[in-house]
């Protein structure tokens, strides 16, 4: 079976489905895993481990020139504790680049708030129904708050729909390696 990310409709039982009204951007990306015993978060944490370079690099550009207009320093994608377990990660802590807002085994909302966007991802998983495997659905959602975020979204916009399925293809090579 070939397994690469595809672009997808965002999971209706999913607790960001709530978050699309008046969004500014939004896209869902998954792909099929058989480590079926992985919580939402844990999928997260081995997929943003296997960062592509070029992700990070581009979050290093992004720190660096977003700190001339203010905008904080998120770190990098791949910067994730590696030996934290998901299960450790409290609502309000950091997981690489995004804070958690919950977690719970089959959804973990994580993200990052500020005056210019609201940022909000869902790792969402569902088991099928042999249970052999299960579809992992990452969501972003994206509410825009002024002028800056706006133009902060003209290369994110672009640059999301190259990040996320690359990222998302981190958990495929990790599985194929294991």
Known sequence: MKNHPTETEVPANSRIAELLDGASFYDAWSIRSTDVTLSALDHFIVAAKQTPRWIDACMILRNRL???VGLKNLGTLSGVAADKPASDFEPGSRVGIFTVFESRFDEALIGDKDKHLDVVLSIHRS???DGKHVTITV???IHVKNRLGRIYMLPVKPMHR???????AGKIRAEQAA
């Open 66 to 68: 977003g700190g001339l």
């Open 127 to 129: 088991e099928s129904p």
């Open 139 to 141: 969501t972003t959602v």
């Open 162 to 168: 190259l990040i996320a399925p690359a990222v998302l």
